[in-house]
């Protein structure tokens, strides 16, 4: 099992910036993927960012330029920073850990951190 605990969610002006924090536990070393979706209400759960075991980035449309997904290696911690924020990335952000193949490819999530932006 891999447990998430997603922090650094709150209410922010547009324009504003924030930083979400997931910190991993558990059998970490499964761990091939960390992502980050967000949901609004009415809306399905939609992919934010991603952050392989290697490195390697890749961002939602709506965010590329704005977000930056990182990673502490030492500390099993992903990060979120998020600036340049509108009122539309007003959400739930959750933190998701996706494991290798060789594990089982499965799907860990978080329980979730508010994101308002006001206008």
């Known amino acids: 099992q891999v447990q998430l605990v997603e922090s650094g969610g709150g209410l922010v002006q547009t324009g504003g910036s924030l930083r979400l924090s997931c910190a991993a536990s558990?059998?970490?070393?499964?761990?091939?993927?960390m992502n980050w979706y967000r949901q609004a209400p009415g809306n399905q759960r939609d992919l934010v960012a991603t952050i392989t075991s290697s490195g390697n980035t890749n961002y939602a449309d709506s965010v590329k330029g704005r977000f930056t997904i990182s990673r502490d290696n030492a500390k099993n911690t992903v990060f979120l920073q998020m600036n340049s924020l509108k009122p539309e990335d007003t959400a739930v952000y959750y933190c998701n850990a996706k494991t290798n193949p060789t594990y089982g490819r499965k799907s860990y999530w978080g329980q979730g951190t508010q994101v308002t932006v006001s206008s």
């Open positions: 558990g059998i970490v070393f499964t761990i091939d993927a």
